[in-house]
């Protein structure tokens, strides 16, 4: 199911500016509480110590410039805490009608090291909730937008299993938020993953996915997909390229994105 070879986009640069441009994607197929509903998506940041506060300013202002009603956040917000702290400090000086949740990726777990409770409380701040292995209840419209949060995979223990125990309510679309794009036994309404970069580096439509990179990466779980929105067995699945990096520090034919969905 990877995407061995993808369309290349005309992209070189450095990481690290927040550059991101904003993709959008229309849901169709969801129930009638969900038309109209505005989402944004956006994951594996990796806010550098070289970021400036202008450049997160930016990213904060095009995500507000896209008037979303609900901000879902991937993990992988950065290599270190204090740059964590940093992009937290400029999210908070917007809000969202429905608010702001968000998952934890293994840089963030890295960072944080025993202290997800503080990213927890640096999260919550800035009005954003952390799910590790939880779920949350929105009335919307008559229906309810149940929204789901895994931990992270390579450190962590993710309880896919959990987040949707019991009946539930009747009406209901439920999102589930994972760092990593491996599919859950149950299958949500619709998934949203990062951690791939979308390859990072793709070079005439080949990433380093399509040479063997899946086998040597941790956690040794094939993902879904390298990079944007598929329809798996009903499930609509988005993984998004994300924005930074964190080790090698360009991306090449792989422009950072941030992801407006919307459902019409």
Known sequence: MIQRFSKPDLYLARCGHMNAVVTEHAIDGAPPFMRGLRLLFAADLHVLGRTSRGELDALVDRIAAAKPDLLLLGGDYSDQADDCVRFFDALGRVSFRLGCFGVIGNNDAEAWE?????????????GCRLLINQAVNIPLGGGVLRIGGLDEYRYGHPHPELLWRGKGPGNSYRILLSHYPVLPE??????????????????????????????????????????????????????????GASRLQWRIGVRPEINLITFP
């Open 114 to 126: 025993d202290d997800l409770k503080g990213l927890s409380r640096v999260m919550a701040v800035a």
């Open 186 to 243: 149950q299958r949500p309404d619709l998934m949203l993953c990062g951690h791939t970069h979308g390859g990072q580096f793709n070079l005439l439509g080949l990433t380093p996915y399509a040479i063997g990179f899946e086998r040597f990466s941790r956690p040794r779980r094939p993902s879904a997909a390298i990079a944007g929105l598929h329809d798996i067995d009903g499930m609509r699945l988005l993984v998004t390229k994300g924005v």
